[in-house]
């Protein structure tokens, strides 16, 4: 049999930075260098020392203190928003690949209607209608990973209930969804988790644009899209207020995907390789 | 000088933690094929009789090593560089694999398959060889009048699908045709067709035929000669007809008793199962590998390694009580 | 009043749309099984035989009430299972169990050994209590002749043979009187096979267990079934007992499904090619009631063969074969 096969060695550098930047947001619950909010108008701009590491921003507000705190919050929109679309998509997906029929096609073709929009331009549109914020921001977000994680459950699920093992759960007389929770949602498990991984990622990209825009989180909230909106008036004077944020955003999704693809390695059997044979012995 | 002499083959597989010793997924297999020959390879799944094949075609999976020779025409396998191989490769040696539907390529023709080989081989142009395809595809008995050429895998049975297979392989010409388990997928009724084609082709081509099994009936009606292998090992070895008659090593008169047999035995009354399982691969036996299964087996069999059998003689069984022969 | 029959299947049909050739197409229909009957009594064991795509799997779908027949009627026991109440249906479910031909894929690969077996506990039999379960699991693996230690197991854990064992001890579990085998040795080693034929014989002669045992393998039917139900094209064409029908079979079908066996005797005998069937015609191209099914290539088909549809008529001592030159044949 396949022994467990270990992660690649880029995945665990995914692994590696993914660990580092959730241990720095919850560091930041208690503890900051300064308080990211605080003011101090008279080291307004100054370059990283002793006191401030990465420096301070045009208010005075300590860059590193900011950075914790924005991951804090990129984090929690993004778990939120991925949230929403597995707690509502994945069920939808199981739901159309145990039943078929006309319900299959009615979150299919719901699930083309919402994939014929550009995620991202729809996502500023609502959160220009309901106004913005980082709730709303979550809303936007995770409305458009449903019909990801409906698609990519249906998907999975519909080849596993060919399997002769689901036919010996229906002759065990259980029902559609019992067999959808206990055989298929463990089935389909790894390529759920490889999917949010990447969805993770896409989230973090989404809710920094829509807060560079000024439609997430809104002041005195910090955000790396915030840092990044506001850093754009000093971008010649002090390129180092939009570089910090910008290469937060960029590290963190990065290592998502690597981590994504590491794991897709490990837990998608479609990906194996190696000797297989039909015939099986005693 | 036969055409395809398998000196002591060794195929090792590497410890699978760090420092564990490679296990040995062959070891020490020898075989002859002559030129127009047919031998049959039969063996339970794990033997190694596919690794085998592989070796031959020098198509052994990544990180598998493989020790001894393997010569085809005298030209050693083992050590020849992917150039030459590739150009032997349908060309000298062919194979036909078990699952006729993976082993085509789904979004391309079948024609095209067929023709892929010629073009490349023979160097014939794209009409030329689209018309030697139709011919080999006929030969197979898929009628490009009924069977269109331009017909994707997915279109046709079981069967279609193995013939097409088997026209891909023969395309070229080859002198050795490697058949593994190529009629288990199938049906009886379609698994005699299957077996009549192989062999009218063997005839009539003079191909010199590997065929590898799982079942003795397929070859006891495929090959002259035969060899049975248990654990990575050639544990018998002869002509089918004396080896099938009277078999020698335990394993395989167990293989035989094991089968439920139209003629023989009585429906209903127990099969007389082989107890046990085969050893893995890195936990077999310091002497013969089928001692702990074998009824016949003493403490000379469990400690000391087997040679097979008299050298010189034509049916050789690798065992320290072989079977007597019936008088 | 006598007992009702075990299995009594009436000319049960289940069609299958076929792949348009183009979109304005006609929806097309293939018959998997096309008119099929069958009885099967307490302790009875009855094979069922074909090539692959004769409707054989399709049947034991229909039999194990996985799949509603689109005409006919199964009853189990006395009762059609497509029409019972939900509750009703399980109480029926846990007399009728199925092993599958796959051993890996019918074991959910992310399940222990211990809630394999239990499921048609769990969802058949609420009336046996959580905690006594895992002794009921126990015991069923002890009848197919696995310890106690296989329970924590995982699938991939085990051996091929051993999974199947597995699958056969969840089929015992509800302690059923019918168990429906779809293929359950085809994937087997030989001497494995013999292991897991033995099983079925033994669990026959203790538990008085009946047996519908589909496959393409005639040894093995001959071997663990004492009658026999050949099918070509959904349509059943020869049925009796095991030996007698395989041994002077009375429809063609039957003779060339024999002729295909290899034999080891080949080996000093030579290759016995008389008479292989040709290939099955494409499931488009067999329409019912357009003569005999198989009469396209038959050897023994006449005239009249394309003009009438023969039925199943009787020819022997529990015998009788669906050929109009029968007689000839099992003379010939």
Redesign the interface.
Known sequence: MA?PRRLSAAGWIGAAIAAVVILTALVSLVWTPHDPTVMDVANKLSGPGAAHPLGTDHFGRDTLSQLMVGARVSIAVSVVAVGLGVGLGVPLGLLAAARRGWIDEAVMRFNDLAFAFPALLTAVLITALLGPGAINAILAIGLFNIPVFARVARGAALPLWKRPFIQAARLAGRGRTRISLDHILPNIAGTLIVQATIQFALAILAEAGLSYLGLGSQPPEVSWGRMLNEAQTFLFLEPRLAVLPGLAIVLTVLGLNLLGDGLRDRLDPRLET??E?????? | MALLDIRDLTVTRPG?APGAPPAPLLDGVSLTLDRGGALGLVG???CGK??TALAVMALL?AGLRAGGSVLLDGEDLLTASERRLCALRGRRMAMVF??PMTALNPVRTIGDQVAEGPRHHLGLSRRAAREHARAVLDRVGLDPARVSPDSYPHAL????RQRAVIAIAVACGPALLIAD?PT??????????I??LI?DLVTDEGLALLMIS?????V??TARDMAVMYAGRIVETGP??RV??APRHPYTA???A?????DR?R????????P???PPPGARPPGCAFADRCARADAVCRTRPVLAGEPGGRHRAACHHPVEPPA | MTEPALLAVRDVVRAYPLPRRHPLAPAGTVRAVAGVSLDLARGESLGIVG???CGKSTLSRLVTALEPPDAGRVHIAGHDPNTLPRMALRRLRRRVQMVFQDPMGSLDPRWTVARIVAEPLAGLAPDVPRADRRARVAEALAAVGLGAEALDLYPHQV???QRQRIAIARALVTDPDLVVADEPVSAL???????V??LF??LRARRGLALLFVS?????V???TERVLVMVHGHAVETGP??AV?SRPAHPHTA??R??????????EG?A?AR??G??P?PEDVRPGDGCVYRARCPWAVDHCARAVPTLEPVGPGRSAACFRAREVMGG
């Open positions: 022994s190696g000797l044979t039909r015939r099986e012995g005693g | 699978a339970e799944s794990g596919s690794l999976p078990q699952e049975s079981g069967g279609q388990e288990t997928a199938l049906d009886v009724a379609t698994q005699a067709r077996l009549d062999l799982h079942d003795l009936g397929v006891a009606e089918t007809a099938l008659a167990g293989l035989m094991a089968r439920p047999q139209h035995g429906p209903g009354q127990p099969l007389a199962a082989i046990g399982v085969v | 090539e692959s795509g051996s091929g043979g080693d030989v001497s494995v096979q013999a292991q034929l033995n014989l033994d393409h393998d005639l040894d093995v001959r071997h663990v095991t030996e395989l060339a499904l002729a295909a066996v290899p034999r080891i005797e080949a080996a000093w290759r090619r292989h069937a290939a099955p494409p």
